[in-house]
């Protein structure tokens, strides 16, 4: 039995190459540090791999940024204007990552997007007419041969051509079709330059395959394969896809000529049926992906020894995989040392994931494993009862839930015109998400307290200082609802976690969720409830130092659980009503305390959705939608309630979004050509919107002119009485100066555009 991984976090265990990245960006160090710590992290990863015993370590799986990014360059997939920059490879590629604004030019960075269901982000490739798709780059064999220096045979990992062709973004008059056969010739070049190194395997990835598929995708797939296996020779050629099943094109899969087949029987639900039925072919070997590369739980040996045996019974040859890449878990426990062992010890990070395997493929080598002390451990594990995690009264809580609790009264137009009355805020009011800049003296503030240097008194009086001039600055610009700055927050989740009974919370379990972004998730340990008030000192305190409308900020209940570790115990559905229920308790304290306009964020909303259509009701939207309405149902018709949304990726559930019954939503927009718009007319949504005007993921300041001509392209569809003037998302990874600069033009701009609107009446 071999063991194998997808691919392994690359941040590096205490994030260097973020800290390594972000020195670069300020010219602190030479681009030449950067690939030394670049190269240490690669290193040390590869050594712990071989450590741990696993055969089919990957490399390429490093990235600087993005790994879709990496393979599109490799392929010469690089918009002209990023080209035109003239800048070194690495800096074209972070002018594509995260733009660029300097001497060389001024170009925004691509657009980026949740990369399937999971809370880490890719940024979306362009192809444009005159693109000549060509290996031209050498990532993928630099790394391998850096490994085999150091002794290691590695496994390259890259997207998969079909994968790829499908998450491109074509920007001219040609598409997809037009790109298949250079994209081909691309990937045979690729392969036969293989062919002359000492690569062994080839790990394509093709996650695409486990969404709903037409008979065009299929017939593509097969065509791509079919020509790039007839090329392979004596390479290996693994195809691995992850988040889900394959069940619209299982028996081609397994009918083209790959030498393994990795398939995920974690999220993939009908994976086992799909063997049951099918077969899986002799010569071919199946990477059983069954150890969770998303949650951290201890794994259950039982269960996949079972499935392990059922399928060498089946003369099935195996490989033992994880479900998907380790990218989206920490690093390890070992970096854990507050959380008490009868916590830790039903929990795997990446690293103890890899013992994991270890041990998997030990006890399944064994003739009978039953007896084995590693076994019996595990065994013991899952049939004691976890301490602190059942609260008989908070599921009573939830199931005296009734539809009442879900529906607010009166309807959204009566409630717009009352509001509309109570506050008498100008056309296209203007406001921030929420965060202003977290500065280092924020951060050196928080973490003082935290470590206990500074007592609270002095650091509550420090965010108040904070507030007030966050409120005056505010006012200074000139935008008419304001925010408290949420400086007292290091992650809208983990800071709501931490208030909230249930929460476990880690010291360095970061994951990466874009570039050198990385977010530490908490882990729901048990029953959620709130034990007491939570930002309502702050935004009360906010309010009273200015006359404008100040909103009180939340994170909402389908947000918090999707950023955090969820439990595998209870239901999703219960986990979520058990949050909503806290921050109804949160929402309806802060409008007793004079709080008249409340955000409820549910950045994540969209990004939990089922990949599959089938399954967006049954298994999410349904829920979802209602532990949103649970949170703000029982508020007063004046009271005015915004969500905020990351990502326009919900084209595809506008009505769903109408329903959340908020008042205003604000959403990200500048990165994605404002097609949503097209939408939210077509499904008369009610809801009066603020799609981001700006970019808030790039340092570069936008124009006056360029927000006039994106307000111009939304009220072309917006209702000026609709529309509302907002960056993309919140501001706290952005420079102060920065800031300040683009959001005087987004008041001046919206200003202008104003004065236009009134003189059209
Ligand atoms: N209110 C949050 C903030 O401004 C929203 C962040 C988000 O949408 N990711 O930081
Ligand atoms: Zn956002």
Redesign the pocket.
């Known amino acids: 039995m071999l063991t194998s991984i997808i691919g392994f976090p690359r941040v590096g265990n205490l994030r260097e190459l973020k800290f390594a990245t972000e020195k670069y960006f300020k010219h602190q160090i030479s681009q030449e540090r950067l690939q030394t710590v670049a190269k240490e992290i690669r290193e040390k990863q590869w050594r712990l791999l071989k450590e741990n015993g696993i055969d089919l370590i990957p490399s390429n799986d490093f990235s600087f940024y993005d790994t879709l990014l990496d393979s599109a360059a490799l392929f010469n997939i690089i918009p002209s204007r990023y080209k035109e920059l003239n800048l070194s490879d690495l800096d074209t590629y972070f002018a594509m990552s995260r733009g660029y604004q300097g001497d060389h030019g001024d170009v925004r960075a691509l657009a980026m997007k949740k990369w399937f269901n999971t809370n880490y982000h890719y940024m979306v490739p362009e192809i444009e007419d005159d693109t000549e798709i060509k290996l031209t780059g050498t990532k993928l064999f630099d790394e391998f041969h850096e490994a085999l220096h150091l002794g290691i045979l590695t496994k390259p990992v890259i997207t998969g051509p079909f994968t790829l062709l499908k998450l491109i973004r074509y920007t001219g008059e040609k598409q997809l079709p037009d790109f298949v056969e250079p994209m081909i010739h691309a990937y045979e070049d690729l392969i036969s330059k293989a062919q002359g190194t000492e690569i062994s395997w080839i790990q394509f990835d093709e996650p695409y395959l486990v969404h709903d598929l037409s008979s065009d995708d299929i017939a593509l797939f097969k065509k791509i394969y079919t020509l790039l296996l007839a090329k392979k020779g004596n390479l290996k050629v693994l195809v691995q896809t992850y988040f889900g099943d394959v069940r619209d094109i299982y028996h081609e899969l397994t009918s083209l000529d790959f030498d393994g087949i990795g398939l995920d029987f974690i999220e993939g639900k009908e994976t086992k049926s799909l063997i049951k039925k099918e077969g899986f072919p002799k010569n071919k070997l199946l990477f059983v992906g069954i150890v969770n590369g998303k949650n951290i739980w201890k794994n259950h040996y039982g269960d996949s020894l079972a499935t392990i045996t059922w399928l060498k019974n089946s003369e099935i040859s195996t490989v033992i995989n994880t479900s998907c890449s380790l990218l989206h878990v920490p690093y390890t426990l070992k970096n854990e040392t507050k959380l008490d062992a009868d916590y830790t010890k039903h929990f795997a990070f990446a690293e103890e994931k890899l013992e994991e395997l270890n041990e998997l493929k030990i006890l399944s080598d064994l003739d009978s494993y039953e007896t084995h002390p590693a076994f019996i451990k595990n065994l013991e594990l899952f049939s004691s009862k976890r301490k602190n995690s059942y609260d008989p009264e908070v599921s009573k809580r939830v199931s005296e839930i009734t539809d009442q609790d879900f529906t607010r009264l009166p309807d959204f137009f009566e409630r717009e015109k009352i509001q509309k009355d109570v506050f008498k805020l100008p056309l296209l009011s203007t406001t921030t ?3 202003f800049p977290q500065t280092l003296d924020v951060k050196t503030n928080r973490s003082a307290f935290r470590k206990g240097e500074i007592s609270e008194s002095e650091y509550v009086d420090f965010n108040r200082k904070k507030i007030a001039e966050c409120v005056k600055l505010q006012e200074e610009i000139g935008l008419d609802v304001l925010v408290h700055g ?1 400086y007292e927050r290091n992650d ?1 989740v983990e800071y709501f976690g931490q208030q909230l009974n249930g929460y476990l919370f880690t010291e360095k379990a970061w994951v990466q969720s874009y570039g050198t972004r990385c977010v530490k998730p908490p882990i729901i340990w048990g029953d959620v409830y709130r034990k007491s008030p939570i930002t309502v000192e702050w935004s009360v305190y906010a309010q009273s130092l200015t006359k404008k409308p100040m909103k009180g ?1 939340l994170t909402g209940p389908v947000t918090i659980l999707n950023w955090s570790f969820p439990r595998e115990d209870i239901s999703t559905q219960e986990m979520m009503y058990q949050i909503g229920l806290a921050i109804r308790e949160e929402v309806l304290e802060l409008e007793a305390a004079g709080v008249r306009i409340i955000q409820i ?1 549910e ?1 994540a909303l969209r990004e939990k959705l089922p990949l599959r259509r089938a399954d967006w009701h049954s298994d999410y939207l349904n829920f979802a939608i209602k532990a949103f309405r649970l949170c703000h149902a029982k508020v007063k018709p004046e009271t005015q309630i915004h969500t ?1 949304m ?1 990502y326009s990726e919900f084209e595809d559930i506008i009505p769903e979004i109408d329903a959340m019954d908020a008042d205003v939503i604000t959403f990200e927009a500048s990165r994605s050509k404002l097609t949503i718009l097209d939408s939210l007319m077509a499904h008369h949504f009610e809801t009066e919107v603020g799609p981001g005007v700006y970019d808030i993921h790039s340092p570069r300041i936008p124009s006056v002119e360029e927000i006039e001509a994106a307000l111009r392209l939304m009220l072309d569809k917006i209702p000026a009485d609709h529309l509302w003037v907002n960056p993309d ?2 501001l ?1 990874t952005r420079g102060e100066t920065e800031t300040v600069a683009s959001l005087k033009n987004m008041v001046q701009a919206a200003k202008n555009i104003r004065n236009e609107c009134k003189g059209d009446i």
């Open positions: 998400i929420g965060s949420e809208m900020m964020d950045a905020h990351c998302c919140g706290k």
